[in-house]
DNA sequence: GTGAAAGCGCTAACAG
DNA sequence: CTGTTAGCGCTTTCAC
């Protein structure tokens, strides 16, 4: 009854079994010098390295993961890939986690709250934390997510009842300057383009829009979305409601206005003014080039990953950071037409 | 030294064993019925699904991949986040896998060539398998990977010489049509802006366009790349060439191109016309929208799941799966001016 | 500083 | 059809 054992394990894959027969170690050795454990012999470290190397063993990372209970996977949740506000932010979290040697899941819930909840929980069960951006989901439903009593991360958001961390670009007060700054140029009838209805950032920006009826400023209101598209079908009223300034909810919006409005013989910014909000790449190579806030997505990403990963590390939640946008003020904007005023 | 034994795991989670207690039966049942198995009663099946739901026991991944040998992760490796070209690719990959019960590890490399190498060889350590989006390694890297004998699949780009499962957009006789396209409106004298240096698709239209030559067209060669930048920086270089048509790598190139031109008063297709690759979205709003290639991405994205979902289910490797494109013209293109015919 | 051994939670023979 | 049991490859006490 004696293990049949010279060590050398049968089958393909070499195992950390290989590695200590080979240089005369235990496992618990080799798993040691691996794991960079200071208190192995500096003769012993050099003769597992040594042995690593000529094999070419790696370690099995679902083993692993199972005896130590850590997966060294995070999942990142966010509405809409296609939408190009989370480049900068996943492809930053994506480098700074590699860095640390962390992997990130990637998920999409295409816009809907059942689909975030369910990708949201699934997640949660593969990985060691969970990175939620700009979730739409309801509080309570973040709230059971904190439940699993694993790190979560809350993007783009800001949510006062819960001890989550939180890593947020404040839209209020650049949207609120970028609206002032549109008043002062004289405008007096202005439209604002709603975005999606479940997020938080489309609220803040319109809270801030809103202030203008103090200055006397006629608003109309127009549910439009965050897509180019959705802009481009929004023209018509646009029209129709006379305003001299269109305030879009972002850059994708308001690309898709000044292309609609171009191609009916409407100058920007000589007859109507427009205004993004984001600075994507793409502001800039607009026709004209866009009046927009520019949002740090890759601050936000290398900020959340900061966090995340202190949390990962036993750093306790509830962390908040409060990262600043600032207009940038291009040329979709300028004074309305003397006929107008 | 009998087992301690009431079956109750100590401790938080949730195990299979705890379930099997509940329900009376043994864990082998419990797991029969979680993995669908025909040959579990119907009496038990329900007693088993029944426990898993009061007790609300959800299976541990890691553990499962382990005894299994699975991890129902898939690893996905683009150059280059950041570029429009990945989004719907990517975007209906995640979807398409999340509906069979995978979930995708995304990775950028970065249009590093070294870190490409790394990243895949990592994670074809921690995933069932590996798709590889328009890779720029070497052959002989891309068969290092193929010999971990894991299913790999390499998106984007042909390679003749190596049995990988292959799916790919044909740029060659798109670009052939459209390069013919605008000799056909009397272009004589043109620019073509060659995309990123490793890239197969740059090579393939390269190759179209060359073709021109035999029609005595004259053609102007500028190493640009793939971003909407450095298609606005090759403008000088572009009107120093006295072209009167620009047929770039990509749309985003094009898209920079349009706007330096019209920057500097240069109508577009009056004066000099201009064509991009891909059509992506912001094609369509530019001024004027761009004449271009649509390439199936999408579609790309949808049989690449499909191959590797039957990769992973044991179907051999080597398929090659091969999509067309076609021109679409919009308003970038036009008769080139009366004087330089 | 080093090794032996007990699991991590689950799957998959194998026996009945 | 159902249960018993031996691992999957690694980490981590616990002794020495």
Redesign the pocket.
Known sequence: MTPTGDGR?T?D?L???DVAHDA?????????V??GS????P??VERVRESVRRLG????SV??S????RTRLVGALVPNLANHYFYALIKRMLHDAERDGYRLIVADSDENVVAERELGVNLLHQTDGLILCSPRARVGVLRQLLDHGKPVLVLNRLVDSLPVSQVVVESYPAMRQLATYVADLGHRRVAYLHGPARSWHSRERWRAVRLLTRRGVDITEIRVGATMDAGHRAVPQILRSDATAVLAYNDLAAIGVVVGLTERGIRVPQEVSVTGFDDIPHSRFVTPPLTTVRSPQEEVGSVAWKVMSGQLHGDSPGTRTVLAAEPVIRNSTAAPPENSR
Chains 1, 2 share one sequence.
């Open positions: 394990t089958g894959r195992t950390i079994r005369q170690v235990s496992v618990a050795t080799v798993s040691r691996l794991a200071a208190s192995v012999s003769a012993l063993y790696t370690p099995h083993a692993r199972l005896a130590s209970g």
